[in-house]
């Protein structure tokens, strides 16, 4: 995925330092941490990548989007009995703007795939895809139908695949703890 | 003033599924819905043609995936009825045990999701799936799998239910039995709950019968009709309970109707066990490839699904389906919506559509 170290990141870091010293101009109370340069927080703990990579880590956002029977899968992963929020897969979010990795649960028919391209294009940078269940690995017992996509890998990019006809929840917590190792470079691409 | 077009879904955390709808608004209210399906078609009518009699099951679960038993047992039923073979005694007991274990999963997760879709409950939620994993890890006993079963063969099951499945029955359902005064405590507490239940969404009984709307949604408009009574199969007609229907026809008659019916399938669970006879087993059939050659040419089997009433009609050949169509209840419930949504406001399109508890892939199928 994306390398954070490039011109892409030093970009941003310039933007976000622009505008944190635009909204900063002419006051003399000095900001909180809130509002502190990325500099600064970077001065007083050097390593950035491997901070921003442990936060990124901690903080694996789903988005709540459910196309077939898996979904109802992910609605019990939600649930009070596998409790997600424990290892930082907070509360499910309604728009991808706010998501870090998105859960393709279900078959994915022609007519779909427009709609999953722009969600996944409207994600925000590093973003992550898990691929769960048969039918969004392989097309699954909708191999010989016509409307069906034979995964969703011909789409995606795809980082982790969760098998089973449905998986069960605990597995897609398996799967997200595969993926939180992999955004911590435990797992090399 | 002018009429506002806007567009919601196909991915919309409040369309259970991926449904989009096209509303036009004047103002706030809702002048005009138009549904549009089709986002999860995948031609299981046309796939099952290809397949042998048995080996359909499996796409059978899939069109309902949240009461995938039941599908399962309405389109093994309709092969039952078009090869001739007849359903031992036990197993039409043990059929009637889990059909009602999903139909009580299946309307926890309605009442649960409905409730989250009128926001701040979660709690409901969170009840409704602890409940119904209790429901569905029963299930896992009887079939061996945690969401498709698999479990229905020609005259029977795949295995008998095991020793201790009884016991543990009725002590998941005795909790049930407290649980659900629990549930409407605290649901019809709320006054938030109550404001966007009551009087919307409003369905008059006329209206009901001529959309052709079934299940608990007809229930609600004050039509008493329910296939297990008005038509019975299996020992439906053996055991004690009862069809509830109300008047109004609005969201909250919707949501009573399926707390209602979980207290019935509770006492039809009791009763099963009672007359279950001793003597004999629930084996079906094993699956085989080459199945008997058909009595019936062509059958219409009708089951009353916890969505309502569904139709499979087959025209059977020598080993597999010549033409399978099915009457799905989530899609004739659709398309009440429009009728039912129009003269609300918007925020109450997504109340109507949690009350109506659809599936969309028993929609698009």
């Known amino acids: ?189 | 003033m002018a009429i506002t077009r806007i567009n919601i879904g196909p991915v919309h955390p409040s369309t259970h599924g991926v449904l989009r709808l096209v509303v036009d608004l004047d103002g706030d209210t809702i002048e005009r819905v138009e549904p549009h399906v089709g986002f999860l078609h995948r031609g299981v009518e046309k796939l099952v043609e290809t397949r042998m009699y048995m080996q359909s099951p499996p796409y059978m679960e899939k069109l309902d995936y949240i009461a995938p038993l039941s599908y399962d047992e309405a389109y093994v039923s309709a092969v039952e009825k078009a090869l001739g073979v007849e359903v031992k005694e036990r197993a039409q007991y043990a059929r009637v045990i889990l059909l009602e274990l999903q139909r009580i999963a299946s309307h926890l997760l309605a009442v649960g999701t409905m409730c989250n879709d009128l926001g701040q409950m979660f709690t409901v939620f969170m009840w409704a799936f602890k409940d119904r994993d209790m429901v569905l890890k029963l299930l896992e006993e009887a079939a061996g799998n945690r969401m498709f079963y698999v479990n229905m063969r020609l005259g029977g099951l795949l295995r008998e239910l095991p020793p201790d499945f009884e016991m543990q029955t009725l002590d998941v359902i005795d909790y049930m039995e407290r649980r659900i005064p629990e549930y409407e405590r605290y649901i019809e507490g709320n006054p938030v709950f109550m404001e966007r239940m009551k009087g919307v969404g409003v369905l008059s009984q006329k209206d009901a019968r001529n959309l052709g709307v079934t299940g608990p949604v007809l229930r609600a408009s004050g039509i008493e009709y329910d296939v297990r009574k008005n038509n019975p199969y299996y020992v439906y007609d053996k055991l004690h309970f009862s069809v509830k229907s109300l008047e109004k026809g609005d969201n909250f008659s919707r949501y009573r109707i399926r707390m209602m019916e979980m207290r019935e399938s509770i006492r039809l669970i009791r009763d099963a066990f009672d007359k279950m006879p001793a003597a004999g087993d629930m084996l079906g059939m094993p699956v085989k490839l080459r199945s008997p050659a058909p009595v019936n040419k062509e059958v219409r089997v009708s089951r009353e699904l916890p969505r309502g009433e569904a139709l499979m009609h087959m025209v059977a050949d020598q080993q597999k389906p010549y033409r399978l169509s099915i009457r799905s209840p989530s899609f004739i419930n659709l398309a009440a919506l429009p009728d039912i949504a129009k003269g609300y406001r918007l925020a109450d399109l997504f109340s109507i559509l949690g009350s109506l508890d659809l599936v969309m892939g028993c929609v698009d199928r």
């Not at chain 1, 870091?13 to 500099?39: H, I």
């Not at chain 1, 409307?147 to 982790?160: E, F, R, S, T």
Request: aromatic fraction near 10%; include cysteine; proline fraction near 6%.
């Open chain 1, 1 to 189: 995925m994306a390398d954070y170290d490039g011109e892409e990141f030093e970009n941003a870091r310039k933007e976000m330092e622009g505008l944190v010293e635009r909204s900063l101009q002419g006051r003399e109370v000095k900001p909180n941490v809130l509002f502190a340069k990325l500099s600064e927080i970077t001065k007083s703990a050097p390593v950035t990548k491997d901070l921003i990579r442990w936060s990124r880590q901690n903080s694996v956002w789903p988005m709540q989007f459910g196309l077939a029977c898996c979904a109802m899968e992910l609605m019990d992963f939600g649930s009070a009995r596998v409790d997600a929020e424990r290892k930082g897969y907070l509360l499910f979010r309604g728009t991808p703007r706010q998501c870090d990795v998105m859960v393709v649960a279900g078959w994915v028919t022609k007519s779909m795939i427009p709609e999953i391209k722009r969600l996944y294009e409207q994600m925000s940078s590093p973003k992550y895809v898990i691929s769960y269940g048969e039918c969004a690995t392989c097309g699954g017992p909708w191999f010989e139908s016509y409307n069906i996509i034979k995964g969703i890998d011909q789409v995606l990019p795809v980082d982790v695949y969760v098998g089973g006809c449905p998986p069960r929840p605990e597995s897609l917590f398996a799967a997200l703890m595969k993926l939180q190792k992999k955004i911590g470079g435990g797992i090399e691409d």
